[in-house]
Nanobody, 129 residues
Framework: VQLQASGGGLVQTGGSLRLSCTAL????????MGWFRQAPGKEREFVAA????????EYADSVQGRVTISGDSDKSTVYLIMNSLKPEDTAIYYC???????????????????????WGQGTEVTVSS
């Protein structure tokens, strides 16, 4: 599946953004989804994950309570809704997809980039102080 991430931009501290991850030409209903981010000079890190049907989600401690991963009704787009943004949220954000056995559960490895097969190109988020 080919993924396209969008929605990044420049926002002030405390602001909000909604990132989108769209599957080109197909739905995402067969894939568990994840969002990762990579700040300059740092390793790519886990942000959020969602099971195939959205029944289970998990978040990194650093974004818990400020970020929501969700999908749309036709299952072609997954969103990362980010509120109360901080300068340390500045990074390139990547969406990723993988096939998992269960629709309801998040399989092990959901927070590891190496567990995902398909990746979008990234969208840049800059939070100014």
């Amino acid at each position: 599946v080919q993924l396209q991430a969008s929605g990044g931009g420049l926002v002030q501290t405390g602001g909000s953004l909604r990132l989108s991850c769209t599957a080109l030409g197909r739905t995402l209903s067969n894939y568990a989804m994840g969002w990762f981010r990579q700040a300059p000079g740092k390793e790519r890190e886990f942000v959020a994950a969602r099971s195939k049907n959205g029944a289970r989600t998990e978040y990194a401690d650093s974004v818990q309570g400020r970020v929501t991963i969700s999908g749309d009704s036709d299952k072609s787009t997954v969103y990362l809704i980010m509120n109360s943004l901080k300068p340390e949220d500045t990074a390139i954000y990547y969406c990723a997809a993988r096939i998992t056995p269960s629709s309801y559960m998040l399989a092990s490895g959901y927070s590891y980039a190496s567990s995902y097969t398909y990746w979008g190109q990234g969208t840049e988020v800059t939070v100014s102080s």
